[in-house]
């Protein structure tokens, strides 16, 4: 049985991959941080008692500023594959907490790699990076491919950068199967709330239940390249099956602003969002990108990769498990007030 190692095992992608991994048939080790309210929601329906038998998902606590944990639980797993999700993974917020985020993204990734070389794994284990196309910023070149040149506007898009570079070093440095993922924006009814992508979702639906009348945004002019997170897992996946690591542009090749994201959940729900979305400067960034839009054609010659859910499809799926979601609220809010 395949042991799999995943940093990040409670966010969007963490989730649905280890869902992928125990489909598959391999053993999955997460790690999770110490928090003071319950941060396993995603993977809850995933947990099983460790007193039972044939477990096959075990969590542990640990964190990507912690190297002697690191060091230690891959010393003792010596997993076959690690998976490198773990993040402060906002970037509005990366403007507000620089370091930290510097520390958990960028030297986090050092963190892990080192831990690898540490433990005695190297020869064996093979690593997955998450990239992001936040690292091309600035526009360089439409549509980005792996060879664009990176132009990072954040703070969490130049610890990015660095991790990327750490990873293709440790695979020149020390022969180390390990890749890269340069995943576009991929979204998901998993997706966190303040998201754009999400947070308009959420508001929407709510608004249609009436259970809130306003949306306040920021730009809505940029431009996305917007994925389905669960078929982006997917190529996690497949890049460690190769036998040779490399980097690969995840993406649909389609941008889309979001403003067009709006019109699409308003009037999927049949409101004017007009009458709904308000702008509040506090969303803008400091340095904003503008554009991002991904060609995934090596992603689909070498691997055969493609995505199955488009920007339709992709809002319509996060509507409908939104409005389920706002109807059971309003429910709760209704029964509350006649108790
Ligand atoms: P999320 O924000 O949903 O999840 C981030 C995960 O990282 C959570 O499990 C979080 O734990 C964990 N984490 C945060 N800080 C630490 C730390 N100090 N030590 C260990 N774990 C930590 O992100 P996504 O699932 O959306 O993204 C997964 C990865 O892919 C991230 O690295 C992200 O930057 C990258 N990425 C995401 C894209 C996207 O569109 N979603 C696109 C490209 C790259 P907790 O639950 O306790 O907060
Ligand atoms: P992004 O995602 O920054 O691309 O990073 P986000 O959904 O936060 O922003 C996308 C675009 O929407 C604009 N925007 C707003 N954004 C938020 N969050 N809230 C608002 O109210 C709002 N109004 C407008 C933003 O300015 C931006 O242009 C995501 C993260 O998952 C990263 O971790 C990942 O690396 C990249 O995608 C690829």
Redesign the pocket.
Known sequence: MKRALITGITG?DGSYLAELLLEKGYEVHGIIRRSSTFNTDRIDHLYQDPHLNNVRLFLHYGDLCDSVALVKLLYELKPDEIYNLG?Q????VSFDVPESTGDIVGLGALRILEAIREAGIAEKVRFYQ?S???MYGLVQEVPQTEKTPFWPR?P??CA?VYAYWLTVNYRESYNLHASNGI?????SPR??E??????ITRAATRIKVGLQDAL?????D???DWGYAKDYVDMMWMMLQQDKPDDYVVATGETHS?REFVQETFAALDLDWEKYVKY?QR???PA???L?IGDPSKAKRQLGWEPKVKFKELVKIMVDADLKLAQVEKRMKEAKAQD
């Open positions: 969007q993040a993974s906002h970037v509005r998450a992001s196309s936040e954040s969490y898009a990015k995943l576009f924006n991929h979204e997706r966190g303040t998201f754009v992508t999400r947070k306040y945004l920021g730009n809505l940029a431009r996305r979001v509040d969303y803008l960034r904003e990108v503008e991002l």
